[in-house]
């Protein structure tokens, strides 16, 4: 049983973050402010995590250009583009020369080649709308204001970008805390801390876009449950879950399950919000899942081939190390036969 966990984990965090998908863009829909939202959540985080890391001992630029993106897209649309977090995670890591891509290896074409489909995909998602499918479910489970889909296409296209943007700016933060972690490998605490300062500038942002006063009370209504829902269970469980799977398993065990949330998302958006599917998010969903794994099968396959490497480049120092004598006897022994010095 205990060989299934990690599975079990990878699967239950993609169901979490599908939730979050459907939830935020039901609670943007009835035209809660977002910059209000990021705030509680990033609150509600705080709340969770202060205690915990008291008694043991994230950026919010991206989450507010997120969550305008969502209000401008759909779940759908959203879910897909996340697939390209670890290829623009690997890009800025090779602009920061973190990373290295030989264009003679296979592995380095591999990676180019994710990068270009992950593009396409984006491309495909802003620019291509293709034939509708109608919704799973005629009857939504959450009753909101206007659909998505009347916004119109140039808010869409604004939308993809500012979630391309935000997630860009998320893998820049994945970068800049990897580095901070190798100084400071406190866990907890590095959470703890860039959770807490990025409540306090949720909280001035929010203040600055959105100066009516009624529109940051909370009602008993689909926006209280995205911001506990949001707060509490996914930069809470979430977060937990997402460390002991990739401790456990390694960061491209956990990645190769993102795209099961894209699938997730698209029935789950279209049964409970009534969304519409467009042949177009799921053609550039393809394409950036392609690209996806087309970088990861590189990424994997360059890590088992270094440690390979290294025990060979060790066995054949030994060898040539080795006295002369030594050497002569093994290639006796070899041959069957006996040699004395």
């Given at each position: 049983m205990d060989t299934k966990k990690p599975y079990v984990v990878a699967i239950l965090i993609q169901v979490i973050y599908t939730g979050m998908f459907v939830v935020l863009k039901a609670t943007f829909n009835q035209g809660f402010n977002t910059f209000v939202f990021t705030f509680y959540c990033q609150a509600a985080a705080s709340v969770l995590l202060v205690p915990i890391a008291f008694f043991r001992e994230r950026n919010t630029f991206a989450i507010n250009m997120l969550n305008v993106a969502l209000r401008f897209t759909s779940a759908t649309v959203q879910s897909a583009i996340s697939n390209s977090k670890a290829v623009s995670t690997f890009c800025l890591a090779l602009l920061l020369r973190m990373e290295v891509v030989n264009l003679k290896s296979p592995y380095g074409v591999a990676k180019v080649t994710g990068v270009v489909l992950c593009l396409a995909g984006v491309l495909v998602i802003a620019f291509f709308t293709g034939p509708p499918f109608s919704p799973v479910n005629h009857?939504?489970?959450?009753?909101?204001?206007?659909?998505?889909?009347?916004?119109?296409?140039?808010?869409?296209?604004?939308?993809?970008?500012?979630?391309?943007?935000?997630?860009?700016?998320?893998?820049?933060?994945?970068?800049?805390?990897?580095?901070?972690?190798?100084?400071?490998?406190?866990?907890?605490?590095?959470?703890?801390?860039?959770?807490?300062?990025?409540?306090?500038?949720?909280?001035?942002?929010?203040?600055?876009?959105?100066?009516?006063?009624?529109?940051?009370?909370?009602?008993?209504?689909?926006?209280?449950?995205?911001?506990?829902?949001?707060?509490?269970?996914?930069?809470?469980?979430?977060?937990?879950?997402?460390?002991?799977?990739?401790?456990?398993?390694?960061?491209?065990?956990?990645?190769?399950?993102?795209?099961?949330?894209?699938?997730?998302?698209?029935?789950?958006?279209?049964?409970?919000?009534?969304?519409?599917?467009?042949?177009?998010?799921?053609?550039?969903?393809?394409?950036?899942?392609?690209?996806?794994?087309?970088?990861l099968w590189a990424k994997s396959k360059e890590t088992t081939i270094e440690p390979a490497c290294s025990v060979e480049s060790a066995q054949d120092s030994k060898e040539h190390m080795k006295p002369v004598g030594n050497q002569e006897k093994e290639q006796g022994r070899a041959r069957g036969g006996n040699i004395s010095i």
């Open positions: 009857h939504r489970a959450f009753q909101t204001g206007r659909a998505y889909s009347s916004t119109g296409h140039a808010a869409w296209i604004k939308g993809t970008f500012l979630k391309l943007s935000g997630d860009l700016a998320w893998s820049l933060w994945i970068v800049f805390q990897a580095a901070l972690l190798k100084e400071f490998p406190n866990k907890m605490l590095v959470t703890v801390i860039q959770c807490v300062f990025s409540t306090v500038q949720a909280l001035v942002v929010a203040a600055v876009a959105e100066r009516d006063i009624t529109r940051w009370k909370l009602r008993p209504d689909i926006s209280l449950l995205a911001i506990i829902y949001t707060g509490f269970v996914v930069s809470g469980l979430s977060y937990f879950l997402q460390v002991w799977c990739m401790e456990m398993k390694g960061p491209v065990f956990f990645a190769v399950w993102m795209p099961l949330g894209f699938i997730f998302t698209m029935f789950c958006s279209s049964f409970f919000l009534g969304e519409i599917i467009h042949l177009g998010s799921i053609l550039g969903g393809i394409l950036l899942i392609g690209g996806l794994y087309s970088v």
